[in-house]
Nanobody, 126 residues
Framework: QVQLVESGGGSVQSGESLTLSCVAS????????MTWFRQGPGKEREGVAT?????RDLYADSVKGRFTISRDKNTLYLQMITLKPEDTAMYYCAAIRLCIYYNTRRLLDTSLYTDWGQGTQVTVSS
């Protein structure tokens, strides 16, 4: 069974930074597409950053220039700078095994994913 375990969330002030990690196990990580999603209070879950198996990344417009997704060995990262109160959410990583998608915003669609972590909370106060 695939396991995705997120960490690194916390409470910060507006303008500060955080880096989230997601450790993957029981998965061929190199062949997976990996994406960070978030779900704020009363909001739908949305894709914020994705990276395909070739390393190409795509971002939601709301985080472009502030968030950076990366992957190394069996860990997915999300570096977040200049955080805003509207970034407050539970952040989840998700995987598509044996991924056939490349460099497409379709990877930000929750419906493509069956493997999810339990989430890590990010709270940004003004």
């Amino acid at each position: 069974q695939v396991q995705l375990v997120e960490s690194g969330g916390g409470s910060v002030q507006s303008g500060e930074s955080l880096t989230l990690s997601c450790v993957a196990s029981n998965i061929d990580f190199s062949s997976a597409c990996m994406t960070w999603f978030r779900q704020g209070p009363g909001k739908e879950r949305e894709g914020v950053a994705t990276i395909d198996r070739s390393g190409r990344d795509l971002y939601a417009d709301s985080v472009k220039g502030r968030f950076t997704i990366s992957r190394d060995k069996n860990t997915l990262y999300l570096q977040m700078i200049t955080l805003k109160p509207e970034d407050t959410a539970m952040y989840y990583c998700a995987a598509i095994r044996l991924c056939i998608y490349y460099n497409t915003r379709r990877l930000l669609d929750t419906s493509l994913y069956t493997d999810w972590g339990q989430g890590t909370q990010v709270t940004v106060s003004s």
